[in-house]
Nanobody
Framework: VQLQASGGGLVQTGGSLRLSCAAP????????MGWFRQAPGKEREFVTG????????YYAGSVKGRFTISRENAKNTIYLQMNSLQPEDTAVYYC??????????????????WGQGTQVTVSS
């Protein structure tokens, strides 16, 4: 299963970016999709996720109120709207998917499917 992520780039502090991630057909329709990120020298961390069946969303504390995850069923695509970006948001962002929801959705270990990563750089 190939996840296609796009939308990264360079933005100034306070700016916005939108990432998207497309899944083939309805692979994750009963499961979960989301985003992790990894900054240089740091461990990969959970950013946000969405439960496909009911639209329940989950956020890391560091992005709550600034980032919004959404889904578009017809396109099997999720979006990550990132507002009020800060230099500490600079990282490679990875789209992830699970065929079934997992209670440990915030752990990178439970994901079988990863996108190729897209770079987000926030300049100060």
């Amino acid at each position: 299963v190939q996840l296609q992520a796009s939308g990264g780039g360079l933005v100034q502090t306070g700016g916005s970016l939108r990432l998207s991630c497309a899944a083939p057909e309805r692979t994750f329709s009963g499961g979960f999709m989301g985003w992790f990120r990894q900054a240089p020298g740091k461990e990969r961390e959970f950013v946000t996720g969405i439960r496909w069946s009911n639209g329940a969303t989950y956020y890391a504390g560091s992005v709550k109120g600034r980032f919004t995850i959404s889904r578009e069923n017809a396109k099997n695509t999720i979006y990550l709207q990132m507002n009020s970006l800060q230099p500490e948001d600079t990282a490679v962002y990875y789209c992830v998917g699970r065929i079934r929801h997992h209670v440990l959705y915030y752990s990178a270990d439970v994901y079988n499917y990863w996108g190729q990563g897209t770079q987000v750089t926030v300049s100060s």
